[in-house]
């Protein structure tokens, strides 16, 4: 039997050998409301438009003096206290349709454009590599927002990531070995990423620093990008989605499970990362908020400004960023909403910035004047 | 009572239903009469040489690859292997005389792609791209005219449109058949022309909001950049700010009625002399007087067509796809020479390509891009396909599904970008050779009887005789067809 020939060095697999940087991008699709996540505890107005939905100062995990997390949120406390964790508020698109199928087009899009945006800094980045497994997208089909990617794979698990047969490896190793071309190197760099994932698949995978991951699909998906991110196979951006906040009705049944799961599966990632989480950024974000005010059945209907968490990769955080416009009825937008006072743009161009070096935002977000919000300090 | 409109979206679903349904019937069944006799079967030959003769090549790089015995049959159009590849250049070129009874058949399915312009927008967004999306592999894959086919692609990338931006949703498959389809071999200033008036274009590169009402309205410039910058005379091709400035005024007033404003005639466009600039202009040292209105569009196309820099720029890219990634000068002036000469007929241009020294020469020296190794695959194979989800998301995982690319500039022909796809392409070759794609069929132990046997069968894929290493890798792979489709070899053209 023939056997891969290691020919490859580091820095074929991974994005840049020196820096080796991963996004991930996970959406709250349905539209998750930001005043539960992070209330407003010292907003009156928050109170008043929320008699029976409302997080009391006292359930509340305090952040900054005027905002807090919710109860259910809790393990993302201590990493906003230690200074891994951003908040962003009043943040969403300039989408004002209400639609969840219009507002998440637009923001995947990055505008309206062409292609997806995370698609658009993959391709269009400076020094740009297109490695095999550069992009990846759990679940079972790629999200809009990584259309135009140059290589980008749904994938549930690692084991898709396979040629099945350790022959076929072998034979390939021996064609690709001899070849002194761009394919001979491509093919190379591949058999070597596909021998790092061989190496993991069967083995039990033992999160580091104690950290646990719960079973639902959201936390085993994390911990396949932090395993695959660990094994170096030269993962530069994945998405991941947490669907089922479009809580009109019962608010508190539909969206606690899905807080616990949120908080439980980020708690654990940077838990497992550890010290990788410096040049690893995690972003949250929601097609739009709910209205201000709760509806008779226990719920919140379709509204504009939410929150956005910005986790890990060297962001300054410890802090609620944005500006608060208030809930005042005089600064509330359209039927009642929180408006959008950061758009999710300018949250995510720094954070492309020092993924991607500097130079491809104009083809990222085109036609977007970019005044970054600070997430670096 | 059933509205016209309601009855169409019916109509789709259900002809829809029956294009998927027909789709996966055997061909005995789909084809009782033997229509198909375009279609390969029976015995072949395969190349001997160990090295990439001149007939391999032009397959390779003129068509999306020889399906069985398409090597044998343009071989034998001349003794001599130049003088029959002339002659294959020549009945491609003349590709309306090719009959193509099976790919035409199976482009008929796709009905909403015949429908005319307002109706499209009968149609769900994403049915269309799938439709179409299918009909660019089915065509690419069965159709006789391969070369057209080819041509079809370029120039699907030269005037890029991604179907995702607005209204493109619907009407790409418009542009697709009435711009790029309709004059992929025929003469670029009339496809020029084609494209700058196409509703898709006018939504994708904001034609359609390119006005001036008050005196201090600033045209909308980006089509009038991309046209200058990626239609015609290319980035460096001497053209100045002003000249954007001048041809986006000239381009001001053409609209596509929008599904908002009217149910009738949506996405028909109209010139609205009260948005136009009617003013003088001036774009690259020709002045175009005021008062022109609509004609204003024919003047600037008629600056910019068949300008040096334009010959140039489109040999240019011709002489990257057809020859080498950084192909010889003495090529591409030849080649710019063919266009500027012939008015921009395509047709001769490729035919002075094809008869270049620096064309027979660079024989397997570019990588094909997914779209040409699936496709390529599929040929070689004799696949069976429906086109459908299952094949098509290989597309999409290496980032080359049709219609799909963002940006104006179309998807790139350099290498660099796509030596990310190897795995991708490798699962494909080991999914398709074990018929593990729902829709497509192989049959490869046919394949290799009909070729004579395994050595016979590698010629037949590479385009040449199979080193010693390559059956090595062949025998101790276990895995057959599936290796030689994975090999370096089949990655190239």
């Known amino acids: 039997m023939l056997l891969p020939t290691p020919v490859v060095t580091q820095t074929a697999l991974t994005g840049d050998a020196d820096d080796p940087r991963a996004l991930i991008v996970i959406f709250l699709r349905g539209a998750a409301d930001g005043l539960t996540l992070v209330p407003p505890l010292l907003d009156d107005d928050y109170h008043r438009a929320r008699p029976r939905l409302r997080v009391s100062p006292r359930e509340a995990l305090m952040l900054d003096g005027f905002f807090g997390l919710h109860p259910l949120l809790a393990p993302l406390h201590s990493l906003y206290t230690n200074g891994t964790l951003a908040i962003v508020h009043a943040a969403g698109s300039e989408d004002t349709t209400r639609s969840h199928f219009e507002a998440q087009d637009l923001m995947e899009h990055g505008g309206v454009t062409a292609g997806g945006w995370l698609g658009r800094f993959l391709r269009y980045r400076p020094r740009a590599r297109h490695g095999a497994l550069s992009a990846i997208a759990v679940g079972r089909e790629l999200p809009l927002s990584l259309r135009g990617a140059p290589a980008a794979t749904a994938m549930q698990s690692i084991d898709e990531f396979s040629l099945g047969n350790d022959r076929m490896a072998g034979a390939l190793a021996l064609l690709y070995g001899g070849e002194r071309d761009m394919i001979g190197e491509a093919g190379r760099e591949t058999l070597a990423a596909l021998a790092r994932i061989e190496k993991l698949r069967g083995t039990l995978y033992v999160p580091d620093h104690g950290a646990t991951y719960a079973r639902d699909d959201f936390a085993q998906g994390l911990m396949q990008l932090a395993r695959l991110l660990k094994a170096r196979v030269g993962l530069e951006a994945a998405s991941i989605d947490v669907g089922g906040w479009d809580s009109h009705f019962t608010q508190g049944a539909v969206i606690d499970p899905l807080m616990v799961k949120l908080g439980g599966g980020l708690a654990a990632f940077a838990r497992d990362m550890g010290a990788q989480m410096a040049t690893t950024t995690v972003v949250v974000m929601t097609e739009f908020g709910r209205r201000v005010a709760e509806n008779a059945s226990f719920g919140t209907d379709h509204g504009r400004g939410s929150v956005m968490f910005v986790m890990g990769g060297g962001v300054h955080g410890g802090r609620v960023l944005g500006s608060w416009p208030g809930l005042t009825g005089s600064t509330l937008e359209g039927p009642g909403d929180l408006p959008v006072t950061t758009n999710y743009r300018q949250v995510l161009a720094p954070i492309l910035e020092r993924h991607a070096s500097r130079g491809a935002l104009e083809k990222i977000f085109p036609g977007m004047i970019i005044e970054p919000l600070g997430v670096y300090g | ?493």
Request: charged share 25%; hydrophobic share 40%.
């Open chain 2, 1 to 493: 009572m059933l509205s016209r409109r309601k009855f169409l979206q019916v109509g789709g679903v259900a002809a829809a239903a029956a294009a998927i349904g027909c789709d996966q019937l055997p061909e005995v069944i789909r084809d009782p009469l033997g229509f198909d006799d375009d279609a390969p079967s029976g015995p072949f030959r395969a190349p001997v040489s160990g090295e990439i003769g001149m007939v391999s090549h032009a397959l390779s790089r003129l068509s999306f690859g020889g399906p069985p015995g398409e090597w044998q049959r343009v071989r034998a159009m001349h003794a001599v292997e130049e003088r029959a590849v002339e002659r294959y250049v020549a009945e491609q070129l003349d590709h309306e005389s090719l009959r193509d009874r099976r790919a035409q058949r199976m482009a008929r399915r796709l009905e909403s792609l015949a429908a005319p312009l307002g109706e499209m927008y009968e149609y769900k967004e994403d049915f269309l791209l799938g439709e179409m999306t299918r009909g660019a592999v089915l065509r690419a894959t069965y159709s006789t005219r391969q070369l057209y086919e080819v041509l079809v692609q370029f120039w699907t990338d030269h005037f890029n449109i991604d179907s995702s931006k607005g209204d493109c949703r619907w009407l790409k498959a418009a542009d697709d058949r009435d711009v790029i389809r309709a004059h992929a071999l025929g003469n670029f200033p009339e496809m020029l022309r084609a494209s700058a008036l196409s509703p898709a274009m006018l939504w994708y590169l904001d034609g359609r909001v390119n006005r001036r009402v008050g005196a201090d309205d600033k045209p909308n410039e980006n089509y009038a950049r991309e046209l200058m910058e990626l239609h015609t005379l290319g980035v460096d091709g001497g053209y100045s700010q002003h000249d954007v400035m001048d041809v986006a005024r000239a381009l001001t007033g053409w609209t596509v009625r929008s599904k908002d404003v009217s149910e009738l005639g949506i996405g028909r466009v109209e010139f609205h002399p009260e948005l136009h600039d009617d003013g003088e202009k001036l774009v690259l040292g020709h002045r175009i007087p005021a008062g022109l209105g609509e004609r204003d569009v024919d003047a600037v196309l008629d600056i910019v067509a068949l300008h040096p820099s334009t010959s140039r720029h489109i040999a240019t890219k011709l002489c990257r796809r057809f020859i080498a990634d950084e192909p010889p000068a003495a090529a591409v002036a030849a080649v710019a020479a063919a266009f500027e000469g012939s008015g921009g007929d395509i047709r001769s241009t490729l035919k002075t390509l094809t008869a270049t020294s620096a064309f027979a020469a660079a024989r397997g020296s570019k990588v094909k891009r997914p779209f040409e190794y699936v496709v390529s695959a599929l040929r070689a194979t004799n696949a069976e396909t429906d086109s459908g989800p299952a094949l098509t998301a290989y597309l999409s995982r290496m980032g080359h599904a049709p219609f799909q690319y963002p940006t104006p500039d179309g998807y790139p022909s350099a290498p660099q970008p796509w030596l990310g796809t190897m795995l991708w392409r490798w699962n494909f070759a080991a999914a398709l050779a074990s018929n593990r794609i729902n829709g497509t069929r192989v049959n490869a132990a046919a394949l290799a009887v009909a070729a004579g046997g395994e050595s016979a069968l590698a010629a037949h894929l590479l385009g040449r005789r199979a080193t010693d290493e390559e059956m090595r890798a062949y025998h101790e792979s276990g895995a057959g067809v599936a290796l030689l489709l994975a090999a370096p070899a089949f990655m190239r053209s």
